[in-house]
Structure formats: structure tokens, C-alpha cells
Antibody, heavy 121, light 107 residues
Framework: QVQLQESGPGLVKPSETLSLSCTVS????????WSWIRQPPGKGLEWIGY???????NYNPSLKSRVTISVDTSKNQFSLKLSSVTAADTATYYC???????????????WGQGTLVTVSS | DIQMTQSPSSVSASVGDRVTITCRAS??????LAWFQQKPGKAPKLLIY???SLQSGVPSRFSGSGSGTDFTLTISSLQPEDFATYYC?????????FGGGTRVEIK
């Protein structure tokens, strides 16, 4: 069964770039869309964007100017970069796979366990 | 962006109760709606997709209905493991958006 695991620094300074990776195990990264979703402490969920295994991306306009999602099929991994972070970017960041292969449906399953990133000096 | 409004924001219920949560979209989304369950410190779990399709492995006491702008998640007989926060999410338009959540608490 496919499992996802986020990794990256838990603390990022204001104005710097947040960088996270999601490693996929138990299955191939090919043929699926892969998303990043975040959740500020005690708040709701925000979709950040997705990448298709072929590199096509779609980002939330509210973050588009600061977000880059990339994929490395050789490592079965995809990554998130969020630039110029502020305290408002403090959140648990989740990676997730689309439920269906070969098309984006927006049904997220499975998810990684999430990683808390705090923006603070 | 499509706004997703859930009600109530919280509900107190007892084991065995029937619980209904509603989600309203700010514009029509056909059947492009999912429901997730989230427990403290855990990732959300997909329960229902395409408004009424039960995700594999999810107990049949969970059901979803609706189309257009109004949707419902029903738990037919609440179990102890169902106390959690529930979110709806639309996948009709980008950006994908979530409701604010409904917390199901023990009465």
C-alpha cells in the first residue's frame, strides 16, 4: 500500500524559503497527481497546489507567486518550495496523492502524516 | 474562489445517535464534493468522494448525498471512534477549497 512521508526543516526564518519533500513508498509516483495541503494550528485546510508526474502543475492563486512544486521520478519524490515566508505560513504541511490514476479528480487519498513548519526568527 | 460553508460548526452527540452535517457551496459544483474525517494530530482521511461514493474501507454507517450547492454527510449510528472533525471539499473549480470543519463531540 502506498505511503507518503514529508520531510524538511521544522523551523524557517521569516523572508526565507520553506522547502519540503514528500517521499512515496509502496508504489510508483508515475501516473498520479500529487498535492500539497496545509493547515495552520487550530485552523482549516488550504490546498497549495498539485503536480502531475509528468511535471504539469496547478497552484492556488493565493500562493502562486511564491510556490514551486517539482517532481523527481527517479527518487519517487516530489517537493514544495514556498518563498518569502511569514508567520502566516506557520502550518502543518501535508502531501497527498490523487485517488485516481491518469487524471486529476481532487479526491485526496492517501495523505502523509504531516510536518509542522514554524516560521520564526 | 468557491466558498464552502459547513453547519453546524460543532455538534454534541451520544454513541448510537444519527448525526447529519451539511455543506453549502457558494456556486454549483455538481457532484464534485468530498468529505474527510480528521482526528487530533492526524492527517485527514477520505470518507466520501463524488458526493456519495464511499471510499474503500470506510464503514457503511457513513453516507453522503447532495448535488449542486447543498450536500450532507450522515453518520447513521455514531460510534466512539467517530468523534472527530469533519471537512467538506470541492473539486469542481480551482483553487480547490475546504469547508471550515464540523467538530463532533461527545455529549
Amino acid at each position: 500500500q502506498v505511503q507518503l512521508q514529508e520531510s524538511g526543516p521544522g523551523l524557517v526564518k521569516p523572508s526565507e524559503t520553506l522547502s519540503l519533500s514528500c517521499t512515496v513508498s509502496g508504489g510508483s509516483i508515475s501516473s498520479y497527481c500529487w498535492s500539497w495541503i496545509r493547515q495552520p494550528p487550530g485552523k482549516g485546510l488550504e490546498w497549495i497546489g498539485y503536480i502531475y508526474y509528468n511535471g504539469n502543475t496547478n497552484y492556488n492563486p493565493s500562493l502562486k507567486s511564491r510556490v514551486t512544486i517539482s517532481v523527481d521520478t527517479s527518487k519517487n519524490q516530489f517537493s514544495l518550495k514556498l518563498s518569502s515566508v511569514t508567520a502566516a505560513d506557520t502550518a502543518t504541511y501535508y502531501c497527498a496523492r490523487d485517488r485516481e490514476a491518469a487524471a486529476f479528480t481532487g479526491w485526496f487519498d492517501p495523505w502523509g502524516q504531516g510536518t509542522l513548519v514554524t516560521v520564526s526568527s | 474562489d468557491i466558498q464552502m460553508t459547513q453547519s453546524p460548526s460543532s455538534v454534541s452527540a451520544s454513541v448510537g445517535d444519527r448525526v447529519t452535517i451539511t455543506c453549502r457551496a457558494s456556486q454549483g459544483i455538481s457532484g464534485w464534493l468530498a468529505w474527510f474525517q480528521q482526528k487530533p494530530g492526524k492527517a485527514p482521511k477520505l470518507l466520501i468522494y463524488a458526493a456519495s461514493s464511499l471510499q474503500s474501507g470506510v464503514p457503511s454507517r457513513f453516507s453522503g448525498s447532495g448535488s449542486g450547492t447543498d450536500f450532507t454527510l450522515t453518520i447513521s449510528s455514531l460510534q466512539p471512534e467517530d468523534f472527530a472533525t469533519y471537512y467538506c471539499q470541492q473539486a469542481h473549480n480551482f483553487p480547490l477549497t475546504f469547508g471550515g470543519g464540523t467538530r463532533v463531540e461527545i455529549k
